[in-house]
């Protein structure tokens, strides 16, 4: 299907393989094809420059296989550099593997690939479409991992009893509006308080999604002087209210009842 070759008597078995084939044979030898006929049981495509290439396929009588029955192989026109049966989600499928591997690979870098690899001239649009739809697809959408985060906090608690996980949350009119998520394991607390030394050092940093937000994180130092982070948060924006918040549920989660009078704790903030 990469790079298919027509013969007559070829089968397939529905109209939307047949297609998928026609796209991939275009995009690999730069035709500009087009459908006369278009319909599940009939196909007809044609050059559109105008040459005497042709296929024709149909349904074969009596099962749902369509075969090819009229074929003309050659073409009388010139490779092109602009096909249109290449589309966003094409380029998305077909680099969504290396873009996993490399999430950091530059748009410009990634258009002069996808140009040399398959003789194409593309869109800097399209290509930076390709590229936000395979992220998409690598780390899934936002808004749908937003809607999960109550399922996400439930999975938590029942794999780490006795971990805290708080949503908090704001009315508006007759809606619940997310402010923010707190997040302390149980494993990662005990470990804490029975491994590391009296240090909390916080600290927040400006996430780079299509929600913003900021990552609130509080973080100890152990037995080896290496950091050890036990508790986090997600929240919209970094004020002395949420601040307070936040440092409030970690005494809560420790069972320090005054954290601004309490001698033998050191705190760091940058607040």
Not at 17 to 28: C, D, G, V
Not at 118 to 131: F, Q, T
Not at 197 to 214: A, N, Q, T, V
Not at 223 to 250: C, D, L, R
Request: with cysteine; aromatic share 12%; net charge positive.
């Amino acid at each position: 299907m990469a790079n298919p070759v027509f013969k007559l008597g070829m089968c397939f078995s529905n109209a939307k393989e047949f297609r998928e084939a026609i796209r991939n044979y275009a995009i690999k030898n730069g035709r500009q094809v087009r459908f006369t006929k278009s319909a599940q049981n009939k196909l007809r495509v044609v050059c559109s420059e105008g040459c005497d290439w042709l296929i024709y396929a149909s349904k074969v009588q009596g099962k749902h296989t369509l075969q090819v029955k009229t074929f003309n192989p050659v073409h009388t026109c010139n490779r092109v550099l602009c096909v249109p049966q290449v589309s966003t989600k094409w380029l998305a499928n077909k680099y969504c593997d290396r873009l996993r591997n490399n999430p950091t690979w530059p748009g410009a870098s990634m258009k002069k690939t996808m140009e040399s690899e398959n003789v194409l001239k593309l869109s800097r649009s399209m290509v930076y479409r390709a590229r936000a739809l395979a992220m998409t697809m690598i780390i899934g959408n936002e808004e749908e991992q937003f809607g999960m985060l109550r399922s996400y906090c439930q999975a938590l608690l029942d794999a780490n009893s006795g971990s805290t996980c708080v949503i908090k949350t704001e009315q508006c009119q007759d809606q619940f509006k997310f402010r923010g998520v707190y997040i302390c394991l149980d494993a990662l607390r005990r470990g804490f308080l029975e491994g590391c030394r009296r240090f909390m050092g916080f600290d927040g940093c400006h996430l780079s999604s299509g929600y913003k937000g900021i990552l609130l994180a509080a973080v100890g130092i152990d037995a080896n002087n290496q950091m050890y982070p036990f508790a986090w948060a997600v929240v919209g924006q970094e004020t002395y209210k949420i601040w307070h918040w936040f440092i409030s549920m970690i005494a809560e989660d420790l069972g320090i009842t005054d954290p601004a009078n309490s001698k033998y704790w050191t705190f760091l903030c940058d607040k």
